[in-house]
T-cell receptor
Framework: EPEVTQTPSHQVTQMGQEVILRCVPISNHLYFYWYRQILGQKVEFLVSFYNNEISEKSEIFDDQFSVERPDGSNFTLKIRSTKLEDSAMYFC???????????FGPGTRLTVL | GEDVEQSLFLSVREGDSSVINCTYTDSSSTYLYWYKQEPGAGLQLLTYIFSNMDMKQDQRLTVLLNKKDKHLSLRIADTQTGDSAIYFCAEISGYSTLTFGKGTMLLVSP
């Protein structure tokens, strides 16, 4: 069964460094999403992406964040100048055209020291 | 704004039924979802219900939707120890963003 994959599973970085989290969505899906879950808190929407453009973004998704689909299979989230409060589990999701049903990857745990 | 609320913890014995409840606020939500998260794993889509339905059954899972009260429930029949996990209720809001509850931790004891 096709699934969303994410790498790395765990990333440790120093405050102020840049990180890139990678996702491979399900191959025939056209809509891509990033969510995050800070430990003990709700899963929060960050951004959605379609047709090489951001469709929607939350207040969390400020200038520190960017997304890109560098090729036909990968979808990346870049966090510039990481802060301690960026420590969280980051989930990628994808959905087919014509449906709102989103399938999630296993997540990347980001730890900022 | 949109908000989804769930009870945080439920403990049942193996073989019993489990009922996990959720309330949501966005009456325009078209779909409502249940996701399962096992320890150290991602969010697994369990089931979903379209907003014009009031019930959906899928093997051991039954979803009930009361649109008037904005109440959603997930019933797991014959609960097994492998069902122990965190269960998230979520609604579609905005363009196509999911708003999640905090999750209900289900603990199934033998």
């Amino acid at each position: 069964e096709p699934e969303v994959t994410q790498t790395p599973s765990h990333q440790v970085t120093q405050m102020g460094q840049e990180v890139i989290l990678r996702c491979v969505p399900i191959s025939n899906h056209l809509y891509f999403y990033w969510y995050r879950q800070i430990l003990g808190q709700k899963v929060e929407f960050l951004v959605s992406f379609y047709n090489n453009e951001i469709s929607e973004k939350s207040e969390i998704f400020d200038d520190q964040f960017s997304v890109e689909r560098p090729d036909g299979s990968n979808f990346t989230l870049k966090i510039r100048s990481t802060k301690l409060e960026d420590s969280a589990m980051y989930f990628c999701a994808s959905s087919e055209a014509g449906t709102d049903t989103q399938y999630f990857g296993p997540g990347t745990r980001l730890t900022v020291l | 704004g949109e908000d989804v609320e769930q009870s945080l913890f439920l403990s049942v014995r193996e073989g019993d039924s489990s009922v996990i409840n959720c309330t949501y606020t966005d009456s325009s939500s078209t779909y409502l979802y249940w996701y399962k998260q096992e320890p150290g794993a991602g969010l697994q889509l369990l089931t979903y219900i379209f907003s014009n339905m009031d019930m959906k059954q899928d093997q051991r899972l039954t979803v009930l939707l009361n649109k008037k009260d904005k109440h959603l429930s997930l019933r797991i029949a014959d609960t097994q120890t492998g069902d122990s996990a965190i269960y998230f209720c979520a609604e579609i809001s905005g363009y196509s963003t999911l708003t999640f509850g905090k999750g209900t931790m289900l603990l199934v004891s033998p």
